[in-house]
């Protein structure tokens, strides 16, 4: 069984994600990490991650770049914006990413383009939501725990930004496929969010 899980930036998608994997007992792929990766890696070598050229070169980043807790950071997410809009970027990761998909028992994958160009094919497939302040402000109390200084209206600038990129690029834009169920976080808890994450699914492929 294949889930495959699209939305924004701060929507709750990861969560919802790693939480279904937990449920259905399947194995679990953030692939905004392999983007978050050649960006970084992008940086790291002094290219830029606007640079097609640039941000290919960078897609060969050693696999314990997966696990640097840098990664999880608000610029990294940035650097993966910028990275994640060129085509030849994009072709670089599908291979990696469908082969997980396909594997014997299948998986659950979070995302942009799960649904709509990784795994087409997927059995459930949920597009999770939230208003923007609603996604700023979740993003807003994380950054707090790690830095005093963490500036609210900066991080919605931020996520209006990034939703412009990863809606408007020409290839694989954020957006929901047609037969994905909508799933809005906007008023719901975690664990709201969560149990109806599963009910979705289970609805979908009649599987518990
Ligand atoms: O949760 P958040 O959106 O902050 O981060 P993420 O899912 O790790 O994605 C970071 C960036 O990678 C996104 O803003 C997208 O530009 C890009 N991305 C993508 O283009 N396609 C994917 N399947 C996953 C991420």
Same mark, same amino acid.
């Given at each position: 069984?294949?889930?495959?899980?699209?939305?924004?930036?701060?929507?709750?998608?990861?969560?919802?994600? +790693?939480?279904?994997?937990?449920?259905?007992?399947?194995?679990?792929?953030?692939?905004?990490?392999?983007?978050? &990766?050649?960006?970084?890696?992008? %940086?790291?070598?002094? +290219?830029?991650?606007?640079?097609?050229?640039?941000? *290919?070169?960078?897609?060969?980043?050693?696999?314990?770049?997966?696990?640097?807790?840098?990664?999880?950071?608000? &610029?990294?997410?940035?650097? &993966?914006?910028?990275?994640?809009?060129?085509?030849? %970027?994009?072709?670089a990761l599908v291979h990696r990413q469908r082969s997980f998909a396909h594997q014997p028992?299948?998986?659950?994958?979070?995302?942009?383009?799960?649904?709509?160009?990784?795994?087409?094919? #997927?059995?459930?497939?949920?597009?999770?939501?939230?208003?923007?302040?609603?996604?700023?402000?979740?993003?807003?109390?994380?950054?707090?725990?790690?830095?005093?200084?963490?500036?609210?209206? #900066?991080?919605?600038?931020?996520?209006?930004?990034?939703?412009?990129?990863?809606?408007?690029?020409?290839?694989?834009? *954020?957006?929901?496929?047609?037969d994905a169920d909508l799933l809005d976080t906007t008023n719901l808890t975690i664990s #709201?969010? %969560?149990?109806?994450?599963?009910?979705?699914?289970?609805?979908?492929?009649?599987?518990?």
């Amino acid at each position: 069984m294949i889930i495959a899980v699209d939305g924004p930036a701060a929507s709750g998608k990861g969560t919802i994600a +790693r939480a279904l994997a937990a449920h259905f007992g399947l194995p679990w792929l953030d692939t905004g990490l392999l983007y978050r &990766a050649v960006g970084v890696s992008a %940086v790291r070598a002094g +290219r830029d991650p606007n640079n097609a050229e640039d941000a *290919l070169a960078a897609c060969d980043f050693p696999e314990a770049l997966l696990d640097d807790p840098e990664l999880r950071s608000e &610029a990294a997410g940035k650097y &993966a914006s910028f990275v994640s809009t060129h085509p030849a %970027v994009r072709e670089a990761l599908v291979h990696r990413q469908r082969s997980f998909a396909h594997q014997p028992g299948g998986a659950v994958l979070d995302g942009r383009d799960i649904g709509t160009i990784i795994a087409p094919d #997927a059995d459930a497939k949920l597009f999770v939501t939230a208003s923007t302040e609603a996604r700023a402000e979740r993003r807003y109390r994380d950054e707090l725990k790690t830095n005093a200084e963490a500036d609210l209206a #900066a991080i919605l600038a931020d996520i209006e930004d990034r939703d412009r990129r990863d809606s408007e690029r020409a290839s694989a834009p *954020l957006k929901r496929a047609g037969d994905a169920d909508l799933l809005d976080t906007t008023n719901l808890t975690i664990s #709201a969010a %969560v149990q109806r994450a599963i009910a979705l699914v289970e609805a979908r492929t009649g599987k518990r």
